[in-house]
């Protein structure tokens, strides 16, 4: 049985955009899609998300509740 020529894949986080974070309640959060580029052609796969309060277990801010 022939094996299937080699996958090359390409991900990509996209552009980063600033969002609100609901945790923090401020805008410290970025966002973005995942991208995977193929032979076939391009496929968003999800998305992501950081923020730089909520993402950082060195710096955690004390809740607000």
Do not use: F, N
């Not at 894949?9 to 609901?22: K, N, Q, S």
């Not at 410290?28 to 909520?54: F, K, M, P, Q």
Request: net charge negative; charged share 25%.
């Amino acid at each position: 049985m022939p094996q299937p020529a080699p996958l090359t894949v390409a991900i990509d986080p996209g552009t980063p955009r600033e969002d609100w974070c609901p945790a923090c309640k401020a805008y410290t959060r970025l966002v973005g899609h995942v991208v995977v580029l193929t032979a076939d052609g391009v496929s968003t796969v999800g998305d992501w998300s950081w923020c730089e309060i909520c993402s950082d277990p060195d710096d955690r801010e004390v809740s607000r509740g």
